[in-house]
Nanobody
């Protein structure tokens, strides 16, 4: 089982990024998948999740209306579309899969700066 994130970068406030997390060794559509982020000096926090077969999504309050999590069975990938980015969105973003235990990706850095 492996998760690989990509899509991070440096963007100005108000900009957009789309993060990708590609799974191998399992189907991302069969398990609950989540995006977390960790800012410097802060604890890792849950940003969004998508529930296994039902596909229901949940978001942390500060990203509601700006972030959208989705998945592609064909690509075995989950996405996090981030719009209207703010400086406080800066951090390392991690993908997590909840199978018989937790599996984490290596993270991708998002920096929102003028």
């Amino acid at each position: 089982v492996q998760l690989v994130e990509s899509g991070g970068g440096v963007v100005q406030p108000g900009g957009s990024l789309r993060l990708s997390c590609t799974g191998s060794g399992f189907s991302v559509s069969s398990y609950t998948m989540s995006w977390f982020r960790q800012a410097p000096g802060k604890e890792r926090e849950l940003v969004a999740s998508i529930v296994d077969f039902g596909g229901r999504t949940n978001y942390e309050d500060s990203v509601k209306g700006r972030f959208t999590m989705s998945r592609s069975s064909a690509r075995n990938t989950v996405y996090l579309q981030m719009n209207n980015l703010k400086p406080e969105d800066t951090g390392m973003y991690y993908c997590k899969g909840l199978l018989w235990r937790e599996f984490w990706g290596q993270g991708t850095q998002v920096t929102v700066s003028p």
